[in-house]
């Protein structure tokens, strides 16, 4: 029980971290669900969003200030557009 504790502990948040819809979550959610996104950057995303509507692809969000194309990779597969209820895969996946 002493070691499952350990490893809990040793664990990176974002590995525990569930997928994160970016068009509904707060920048506190965004902040804590992503890796290499501070509150900053998730506040950018949430005003961005705010300004232009919903994003719709992972390539959408490099237009908001700080966000490129390793930030996107490394994220992809915990970055929901829709409910995850849906099912829909993300579209336009990072290129390579």
Same mark, same amino acid.
């Given at each position: ?34 890796? +290499? #996104? !501070?509150? @900053?950057?998730?506040? $950018? ?10 994003? /719709? ?8 200030? +700080? #966000? !490129?194309? @390793?930030?996107?990779? $490394? ?10 209820? /849906? ?10």
């Amino acid at each position: 029980m002493k070691n499952f504790l350990v490893v809990l502990i040793l664990l990176p948040l974002n590995v525990v971290a569930a997928p994160v819809n970016v068009n509904q979550a707060d920048a506190e959610t965004i902040s804590n669900a992503l890796t +290499g #996104i !501070g509150p @900053k950057k998730a506040q $950018a995303i949430v005003q961005y969003r705010t300004e232009h509507g919903n994003f /719709t692809t992972l390539k959408e969000l490099e237009n908001v200030s +700080g #966000i !490129g194309e @390793k930030t996107l990779k $490394a994220n992809e597969k915990d970055i929901l557009f829709t409910d995850a209820s /849906t099912d829909q895969p993300n579209s336009a996946p990072v290129s390579k």
